[in-house]
């Protein structure tokens, strides 16, 4: 391990120049941001935040976050109209755009660095009014915190993280965060203490102080707030996979682990995938993402309801105004009669209600081995397209978000996966049909 770890910790470190050039385009940033707050008395603070100003940044890819500070009095009416209009104007030069998070904040590129211009409250620790207000104390905490090769070790988690498709800390990923991954190396030391540690952790294990009690399936506890467990962002499937990957990686290290690698793909996976497309409205990622997760929960059930087992399933968007819900199936067609089972014979009144309501559309009824009356019933659709079309069309509020409602009604395309596909979409459900051998090892 030892070997290939050295190797990575090297290709981290970021050269003089590039550092060079990030601080140039941090300060371009940083002053068009204080030239606008000066004609906002609301504001009364500003400074770096995130994995910039916390050198933790990745050579390649490195957000400016510039965080403006509000009196704590100011109004969230206030707080958000003076926040984006600061954004704005600061990054006119540079075609700024709103992004959401529990506030919308202000985005913009400068020379393909991202900048967010983002707004929180100027607070004591623990009176948090937003979010974003504990930023700054993360900021400061890890300023102190992490020394000079921790700094370079929590670059090599992002880079392994990154590498297999769990960094990220946004709605469409639920993986894990840069500020995650400090923490982390903070706890453990080290990126091999971290991975160790990981590797063998348990049910319902600590990470960090605190008297609170989770029910996530690990906890990471924020260090600037007891009462906060990071974890909760991060989906258990992201949790699973960083456990069995750090196993695999101390089991056989290689260098393989911290670069993107081809997944082994089901030959027949398409054939029982269920895809429905349809074109969105612009709006924020953040939104957007959110509904077409939760429209994915809620087909599931109706899918399930339906006699369909689902057995995975999930939402991809392409950000610019086209979205697929992905279903996994363990078949597209089922039988077309099906067995509902109904009250055991002593209980008079709910016989009496289960033989009204089924007798005349039963194929057959008899009372089986445990004493329930079973009656046999044929299903409307037992194609799996025919199903979700007539759901759509006759009860789509029963399994849309009421934000994506209208979308759908403008139109909706429901295919199976191996038939007339884009690339792009094609490369969108591999994910669901596909195993990462790094994750699922043999010893």
């Given at each position: 391990?030892?070997?290939?770890?050295?190797?990575?910790?090297?290709?981290?470190?970021?050269?003089?120049?590039?550092?060079?050039?990030?601080?140039?385009?941090?300060?371009?940033?940083?002053?068009?941001?204080?030239?606008?707050?000066?004609?906002?008395?609301?504001?009364?603070?500003?400074?770096?935040?995130?994995?910039?100003?916390?050198?933790?940044?990745?050579?390649?890819?490195?957000?400016?976050?510039?965080?403006?500070?509000?009196?704590?009095?100011?109004?969230?009416?206030?707080?958000?109209?003076?926040?984006?209009?600061?954004?704005?104007?600061?990054?006119?030069?540079?075609?700024?755009?709103?992004?959401?998070?529990?506030?919308?904040?202000?985005?913009?590129?400068?020379?393909?660095?991202?900048?967010?211009?983002?707004?929180?409250?100027?607070?004591?620790?623990?009176?948090?009014?937003?979010?974003?207000?504990?930023?700054?104390?993360?900021?400061?905490?890890?300023?102190?915190?992490?020394?000079?090769e921790m700094r370079n070790e929590v670059r090599m988690l992002k880079i392994f993280l990154k590498a297999n498709k769990i960094y990220g800390s946004?709605?469409?990923?639920?993986?894990?965060?840069?500020?995650?991954?400090?923490?982390?190396?903070?706890?453990?030391?080290?990126?091999?203490?971290?991975?160790?540690?990981?590797?063998?952790?348990?049910?319902?294990?600590?990470?960090?102080?605190?008297?609170?009690?989770?029910?996530?399936?690990?906890?990471?506890?924020?260090?600037?707030?007891?009462?906060?467990?990071?974890?909760?962002?991060?989906?258990?499937?992201?949790?699973?996979?960083?456990?069995?990957?750090?196993?695999?990686?101390?089991?056989?290290?290689?260098?393989?682990?911290?670069?993107?690698?081809?997944?082994?793909?089901?030959?027949?996976?398409?054939?029982?995938?269920?895809?429905?497309?349809?074109?969105?409205?612009?709006?924020?990622?953040?939104?957007?993402?959110?509904?077409?997760?939760?429209?994915?929960?809620?087909?599931?059930?109706?899918?399930?309801?339906?006699?369909?087992?689902?057995?995975?399933?999930?939402?991809?968007?392409?950000?610019?105004?086209?979205?697929?819900?992905?279903?996994?199936?363990?078949?597209?067609?089922?039988?077309?009669?099906?067995?509902?089972?109904?009250?055991?014979?002593?209980?008079?009144?709910?016989?009496?209600?289960?033989?009204?309501?089924?007798?005349?559309?039963?194929?057959?009824?008899?009372?089986?081995?445990?004493?329930?009356?079973?009656?046999?019933?044929?299903?409307?659709?037992?194609?799996?397209?025919?199903?979700?079309?007539?759901?759509?069309?006759?009860?789509?509020?029963?399994?849309?978000?009421?934000?994506?409602?209208?979308?759908?009604?403008?139109?909706?395309?429901?295919?199976?996966?191996?038939?007339?596909?884009?690339?792009?979409?094609?490369?969108?459900?591999?994910?669901?049909?596909?195993?990462?051998?790094?994750?699922?090892?043999?010893?």
């Open positions: 391990m030892k070997q290939v770890l050295s190797k990575i910790r090297k290709s981290v470190i970021i050269s003089e120049d590039v550092k060079k050039l990030k601080k140039q385009i941090a300060d371009e940033a940083y002053l068009l941001v204080e030239n606008q707050i000066k004609n906002h008395p609301e504001i009364i603070g500003l400074e770096f935040g995130g994995s910039y100003a916390k050198d933790t940044w990745l050579s390649e890819e490195a957000d400016i976050d510039i965080f403006i500070k509000f009196k704590k009095t100011i109004s969230e009416e206030k707080f958000i109209e003076i926040s984006k209009k600061v954004g704005f104007q600061s990054m006119k030069k540079y075609n700024p755009y709103v992004r959401y998070s529990e506030h919308p904040y202000v985005e913009a590129k400068i020379k393909k660095t991202k900048i967010n211009v983002v707004p929180c409250y100027d607070v004591n620790s623990g009176e948090w009014k937003s979010s974003a207000d504990r930023s700054p104390f993360h900021t400061k905490y890890m300023e102190k915190s992490l020394t000079h946004e709605i469409a990923k639920q993986g894990f965060s840069g500020y995650v991954s400090e923490v982390l190396i903070l706890n453990f030391g080290n990126f091999e203490n971290t991975i160790r540690s990981i590797g063998k952790i348990q049910q319902g294990q600590i990470i960090g102080k605190t008297s609170k009690v989770f029910e996530t399936s690990i906890s990471i506890i924020d260090p600037i707030d007891s009462n906060r467990n990071l974890a909760a962002a991060i989906s258990n499937e992201n949790i699973g996979k960083f456990i069995l990957l750090c196993r695999a990686f101390e089991n056989k290290p290689k260098l393989e682990f911290f670069t993107q690698k081809k997944l082994k793909i089901s030959k027949n996976g398409l054939e029982n995938v269920l895809v429905i497309k349809f074109s969105f409205k612009n709006r924020s990622p953040d939104i957007i993402w959110g509904q077409i997760k939760r429209a994915t929960s809620s087909l599931t059930t109706q899918l399930e309801l339906g006699g369909f087992n689902v057995l995975r399933s999930k939402a991809h968007s392409d950000n610019t105004g086209e979205a697929c819900l992905f279903f996994l199936l363990e078949s597209t067609k089922i039988p077309i009669n099906y067995s509902k089972s109904g009250p055991d014979f002593f209980r008079v009144s709910d016989c009496t209600s289960f033989i009204s309501k089924n007798i005349t559309k039963t194929e057959l009824m008899w009372i089986n081995d445990d004493g329930k009356i079973i009656a046999l019933e044929k299903r409307r659709h037992n194609e799996v397209v025919k199903f979700m079309t007539e759901l759509l069309k006759n009860n789509l509020q029963t399994g849309i978000p009421k934000g994506l409602q209208s979308d759908f009604r403008k139109g909706v395309e429901i295919t199976i996966g191996n038939k007339n596909l884009s690339k792009s979409i094609k490369e969108a459900v591999l994910d669901l049909i596909s195993t990462d051998d790094s994750i699922f090892h043999t010893n």
